[in-house]
């Protein structure tokens, strides 16, 4: 295994132009937690639906951790050396091409040289051998590094049928849609188009298509944010504009 001189870089925040971050209560017990269990080595669950706000979460606090992250995401039934690749190249390392267990041996290594956070988003594609795998990586003695697990609703299901690594997941995080004045406080923070649109408008965008999921509300803004320049009030959201960004996304 090859060492580069330097780890690659944190990939920005997928955010749109001129949204910001939105501190919802998941979002801030998510730091509150994965910050806890890389300063004791512990196991951590981060769980909820797509679109809830997991993984911006989860990559900000890569983005603002004191401590070296690395970050894996689990493909559909990873290949039986993927995720040691993956460790490795988070950590910024070139995999060799060697067997399994050498790789094994040389993620051993890795996640005991210095303190670090291992994040597994879309830990519901791991297989059981994937969940022995991680398991028997983190209980080594020598083990210096805290295991963040990222998925989906099905995930604790996935991650149930092993016991042995389920038992050891310390704290854990759910993130829902958002509903009621605790939306309409969210978007207002998430970008100013939003915050100067008429909240009945913003429900009604809510009820038709977003129902409180901010993947959502971000393809209505992507789309929305080109058409306001043309529009009569280019500071917010209309019931024209609105009307013109469903059509885009077929919905007439």
């Given amino acids: 295994m090859s060492n580069p001189p330097t780890a690659p870089a944190n990939r920005a925040l997928d955010l749109p132009e001129g949204a910001a971050t939105v501190r919802t209560p998941a979002f801030t017990l998510a730091q509150t937690v994965a910050r806890r269990a890389l300063l004791q080595r512990e196991v951590a669950g981060f769980f909820g639906d797509p679109g809830t706000g997991k ?37 910024g390392y070139e995999p060799d091409d060697v067997s399994v267990r050498e790789l094994r041996r040389d993620c051993q290594e890795v996640l005991a040289e210095k303190p670090r956070a291992l994040i597994i988003d879309e830990s519901q594609n791991l297989s059981y051998l994937w969940h022995q795998q991680l398991r028997s990586l983190h209980n080594r003695p020598d083990a210096n590094f805290a295991l963040l697990l990222v998925g989906g609703a099905n995930a604790q299901r996935t991650l149930k049928r092993d016991p042995q690594l389920w038992s050891r997941v310390e704290m854990t995080v759910t993130f829902e ?13 998430y970008h100013p188009v939003l915050a100067a649109t008429d909240p009945m408008l913003l ?50």
């Fill in 203 to 252: 429900d009604e965008i809510d009820a038709r298509d977003c129902q409180g999921n901010f993947r959502k509300w971000r393809h209505i803004l992507n789309l929305a944010l080109p058409l306001l320049p043309a529009s009569v009030h280019p500071d917010r959201l209309t019931p024209k504009v609105v009307k013109a960004v469903f059509t885009l996304r077929g919905q007439q």
């Fill in 177 to 189: 849609p958002l509903r009621g004045d605790v939306l309409i406080q969210a978007l207002a923070a």
């Fill in 55 to 91: 993984t911006h979460a989860m990559r900000h606090f890569q983005a603002h951790c004191d401590f070296e992250t690395i970050y894996v995401t689990a493909s559909p039934s990873p290949q039986v050396k993927e995720i040691f690749e993956e460790i490795l190249m988070g950590a």
